[in-house]
């Protein structure tokens, strides 16, 4: 069974530094990734996926994310950050023929003026 | 106007009443999705179906039950409402071959006393 852990419960930067929110999967072949973000009071809005192809991916609002294989990984980053950033951020992957989503518990981040 | 709506919004209710929330989507998906999110659990897939005529149960499918009335339907119900179902409950929609990328409902929060 496909799984997923969010190491960060929550992280705070100061505004204009850099983020990694670090994802780590578990599926024996190879996966479909995901990032959502969660803002506050609202619904999942999808910043970007990994299905093959080149393992760095470009999302929406300047986030980026890599695939490494040889540690399971797709970290989520952000050179500079900015205070509408702020939200909770959840890494996904969909694995086998079933097309369900496994979702981490996330990782909610703060961002200081 | 949004893809994925879902009414109601926010509802109050009582241990052992009936209970129904609806979602509706205009993206022409065959697949949609109900998940319950809690504080820490990240979002749990409740059930999920394919087509009209086929219904899933997911993860944590006890105290609940679906009806796809059509394509673009999907309600969930909390026969007899419990204080452990007091969460926020996400629709979902998919459709292959785009990879599975759900796009999600605002979310009803839910609270039985």
């Known amino acids: 069974a496909q799984s997923v852990t969010q190491p960060d419960i929550h992280i705070t930067v100061s505004e204009g530094a850099s983020l990694e929110l670090r994802c780590n999967y578990s599926?024996?072949?190879?996966?479909?990734l995901f990032w959502y973000v969660q803002s506050p009071g609202q619904g999942l809005q999808l910043l970007l996926k990994y299905f093959s192809g080149d393992t760095l991916v470009q999302g929406i609002k300047g986030f980026e994310a890599e695939f490494k294989r040889s540690q399971s990984s797709f970290n989520l980053r952000k050179p500079s950050v900015h205070w509408s950033d702020a939200a909770e951020y959840f890494c996904a992957v969909r694995g086998g023929s079933n097309y369900k989503l496994t979702f981490g518990k996330g990782t909610l981040l703060t961002v200081n003026p | 106007d949004a893809d994925v709506t879902q009414t109601p919004r926010n509802r109050i209710t009582k241990t052992g009443k009936r209970i129904m929330l609806e979602c509706s989507q205009t993206?022409?998906?065959?697949?949609m999705y109900w998940y319950r999110q809690d504080p820490g659990l990240g979002l749990r897939l409740i059930y999920y179906s394919f087509d009209v005529k086929d219904i899933n149960k997911g993860e944590i499918s006890d105290g609940y039950s679906v009806s796809r009335q059509a394509q673009a339907k999907f309600s969930l119900s909390l026969e007899s409402a419990i204080p452990n179902q007091t969460a926020l409950y996400f629709c979902?929609?998919?459709?292959?071959?785009?990879?599975?990328?759900?796009?999600f409902g605002p979310g009803t929060r839910l609270t039985v006393l």
């Open positions: 993206k022409g998906h065959d697949r």
């Open positions: 599926y024996g072949a190879t996966p479909y």
């Open positions: 979902a929609t998919s459709d292959l071959p785009q990879g599975n990328e759900q796009f």
